[in-house]
């Protein structure tokens, strides 16, 4: 390969390893979001995922235990959100606020003296003969584990949501609470599974940077990524295919403004960092112009609270 | 279900001032067992952070000092909140009111006159208010979620701040830190209190309250914004523009937020440096809640919400406690206001449903 084709090459790989953090929040926030649940506590259960699964992986040394404390944590936390929006009828977006401060804080404190601490992240893997192949192998077939993961769990997404029966019921409570209500589902308990799946995919894209993309703990290290994967959810007009595509969007965002960087691009290393943050805002607008498109695709009953007796 | 929610014929007044002594009292209960669970005696650590900061005239005036700026941000969220525009981005706000005015204390550096400061105030606020802008204008023209963008130019104020105390504005006799250089004596804010570092910032939160207690309650703008926020379809009846309200949030929640950025670079810190804020734009959220979106409410709560900010420096000088356990207690803090929030409205009952009567 020349040395051209090497960067290309090096810049898409490094753009799905940046997206597929994005992939798993934005998915769960999708569910979620589906069921007529607004989460805005993405970035809180990612950190406390990020951390819960890098205390994991070094108490343990195991990365597969890592990952999976991960998803219990980001469940636990999802669950206290589901507790106070579902059963207590808080206002959605206080508790989603509240969970992202919450997370920040908690995250920082149980993971002080993990700062610093060296792990082995978790590594590619070749896929034999299709690896192997020129130019596409190695943009798609040599990865760490959970971006197949992510690309799985895409596919799966898109199935349960538009193909099987569960996710219609899903998507009807989303849509009309007393509708399905009056059918006979229990609309509380749908919610309460797509809030706890959310909280799994935010603490899988926590372990994620924490354990595959830097791979270490340090405060606040999601940096806004929860916020952007919400950003996502209404980007894609609540559609999987387009979460998917928006991740590596932004993931190519993320790493065209390190690569500037590394290139020697005389642009201070600050006002390259705010790009994502501006390119979120931008496509924020671009589809947002539209309001009967945005008001006809999000989910009817999103942020609206539900009481059987109301 | 074991918990039931049985709604009340009337909301409860009584509950709605007294859920956030609900969430101080768990929130003292978690702290108790959190402590206990550190191996800390849990009695000494709560006097530790909650009595001991304030237990000297030095450290009520630094109560004070951290009281004013998540007050002045806090009223501005709370006049938002109120109308129903979700102003996430006080942080950003704040920044950039202390980079607008911090930068004519720079820029004026040597050839300060008594001008000076008030015309820092100002532009400091006018900072914050054209941060605040933006959002209001994505929103007003282009429909796009205030939260998202608020936030997001939070993140690219922080940066942009990062960037300048790096570069173009950084000491030349600052040995390469990434600050600028100390900002002259006309530009600093008076001290209310010699020998302390409480300085006119406090007064400038107090009038925040006032006037924000006159807008919410005694005013016909005050009366559009609290009907938009609480039954949209009515305020278009009644002719109350929602963009209107959107705009005003965010100009008064920016300028507030612009004007706490400038008291702290011209208070307490005396020059631009990359962290400026602990957290002050999100914490006053959580004040802004705790004191019921009710101006003198809110005073009381950054007052206690400052208290935690020094609980958790005492915790960490005296008894070598991380500073992030500051952040837990607030958010913890919020979850207990938020799920106490529902007994205003709401009897919890234990055990099964009972069909009800007929009607």
Same mark, same amino acid.
């Given at each position: 390969m020349t040395p051209e084709v090497e960067t290309v090459v090096a810049i898409l790989v490094a753009t799905m390893r940046a997206g597929t953090p994005l992939v798993f929040a934005a998915l769960g926030e999708l569910v979620t979001e589906k069921s007529g649940v607004l989460n805005l506590g993405l970035e809180g259960m990612m950190l406390v995922g990020a951390v819960a699964g890098f205390i994991a992986t070094v108490t343990t040394g195991s990365l597969p235990l890592g990952i999976l404390f991960a998803m219990l944590a980001g469940m636990v936390v999802a669950l206290l959100f589901g507790f106070l929006t579902l059963t207590l009828l808080a206002n959605q977006v206080a508790t989603g606020l509240a969970l992202t401060i919450f997370g920040i804080g908690l995250s920082a404190f149980v993971g002080l003296d993990y700062i610093g601490t060296p792990i082995q992240g978790l590594q590619a893997i070749e896929i034999p003969f299709l690896s192997a192949i020129p130019l596409l192998g190695p943009v798609l077939f040599r990865h760490d584990p959970l971006i197949y993961l992510s690309l799985a769990l895409f596919a799966g997404v898109s199935w349960f949501l538009y193909k099987s029966r569960p996710g219609l019921i899903l998507r009807a409570v989303g849509e009309s609470h007393q509708a399905a209500h009056g059918i006979g589902y229990s609309?509380?308990?749908?919610? +309460?599974?797509?809030?706890?799946?959310?909280?799994?995919? &935010? @603490?899988?894209?926590?372990?994620? !940077?924490? %354990? *595959? +993309?830097?791979?270490?703990?340090?405060?606040?290290?999601? &940096? @806004?990524?929860?916020?952007?994967? !919400?950003? %996502? *959810?209404?980007?894609?007009?609540?559609?999987?295919?387009?979460?998917?595509?928006?991740?590596?969007?932004?993931?190519?965002?993320?790493?065209?403004?390190?690569?500037?960087?590394?290139?020697?691009?005389?642009?201070?290393?600050?006002?390259?960092?705010?790009?994502?943050?501006?390119?979120?805002?931008?496509v924020l607008v671009l589809i947002s112009r539209d309001a009967t498109r945005i008001r006809l695709n999000a989910p009817a009953s999103l942020g609206k609270p539900f009481h059987p007796d109301a | 279900m074991l918990l039931r929610l049985v709604p009340r014929p009337q909301a409860s007044q009584l509950l709605r001032y007294g859920s956030p002594l609900i969430a101080l009292g768990l929130t003292l209960l978690s702290g108790l067992l959190l402590f206990g669970a550190l191996g800390q005696d849990p009695l000494v650590a709560l006097h530790t952070f909650f009595i001991r900061p304030i237990s000297s005239l030095y450290g009520l005036a630094e109560l004070g000092v951290k009281a004013a700026p998540l007050t002045l941000c806090a009223i501005g969220l709370t006049i938002g909140f109120r109308g129903n525009v979700w102003n996430i981005g006080a942080e950003g706000q704040l920044t950039l009111g202390a980079i607008c005015g911090g930068g004519l204390a720079l820029a004026f550096h040597g050839q300060e006159g008594p001008w000076l400061l008030p015309l820092m105030v100002l532009v400091g606020g006018l900072g914050g208010m054209a941060w605040g802008a933006i959002p209001a204008l994505l929103k007003t023209r282009f429909n796009a979620n205030e939260i998202l963008t608020s936030l997001m130019l939070s993140y690219v104020a922080i940066q942009l701040l990062g960037y300048l105390v790096h570069g173009p504005w950084r000491d030349p006799e600052g040995y390469n830190f990434p600050e600028t250089r100390l900002f002259g004596e006309a530009a600093l804010l008076p001290l209310l209190l010699e020998g302390t570092r409480l300085h006119a910032g406090a007064l400038l939160a107090l009038i925040a309250v006032g006037l924000g207690w006159l807008l919410l309650a005694h005013s016909f703008m005050g009366f559009q914004?609290?009907?938009?926020?609480?039954?949209?379809?009515?305020?278009?009846?009644?002719?109350?523009?929602?963009?209107?309200?959107?705009?005003?949030?965010?100009?008064?929640?920016?300028?507030?937020?612009?004007?706490?950025?400038?008291?702290?670079?011209?208070?307490?810190?005396?020059?631009?440096?990359?962290?400026?804020?602990?957290?002050?734009?999100?914490?006053?959220?959580?004040?802004?809640?705790?004191?019921?979106?009710?101006?003198?409410?809110?005073?009381?709560?950054?007052?206690?919400?400052?208290?935690?900010?020094?609980?958790?420096?005492?915790?960490?000088?005296?008894?070598?406690?991380?500073?992030?356990i500051t952040g837990v207690f607030q958010g913890l803090l919020l979850f207990f206001v938020l799920a106490a929030d529902v007994l205003i409205r709401y009897r919890v009952r234990l055990g099964p449903a009972v069909a009800r009567p007929a009607p």
């Open positions: 609309v509380i308990g749908i919610r +309460y599974l797509a809030v706890l799946f959310g909280g799994a995919m &935010a @603490g899988l894209a926590g372990a994620y !940077l924490s %354990l *595959v +993309y830097t791979p270490q703990w340090s405060e606040n290290m999601t &940096a @806004g990524r929860g916020w952007i994967a !919400l950003a %996502l *959810v209404v980007f894609a007009t609540w559609r999987p295919a387009r979460v998917l595509l928006g991740a590596y969007l932004f993931g190519f965002i993320t790493i065209i403004s390190l690569f500037l960087q590394g290139a020697g691009v005389d642009i201070s290393s600050h006002l390259l960092a705010t790009l994502p943050y501006l390119a979120t805002i931008v | 914004i609290k009907v938009s926020g609480q039954a949209d379809a009515a305020a278009r009846y009644a002719g109350f523009s929602r963009n209107r309200v959107i705009w005003l949030s965010f100009l008064i929640g920016g300028g507030l937020a612009g004007i706490a950025g400038l008291g702290e670079v011209a208070g307490p810190m005396g020059q631009l440096n990359p962290t400026i804020s602990p957290g002050y734009g999100f914490a006053a959220i959580i004040c802004a809640f705790l004191g019921r979106l009710n101006p003198l409410g809110v005073l009381l709560a950054s007052l206690l919400m400052a208290l935690m900010f020094l609980g958790g420096e005492a915790l960490q000088m005296n008894l070598n406690l991380p500073l992030a």
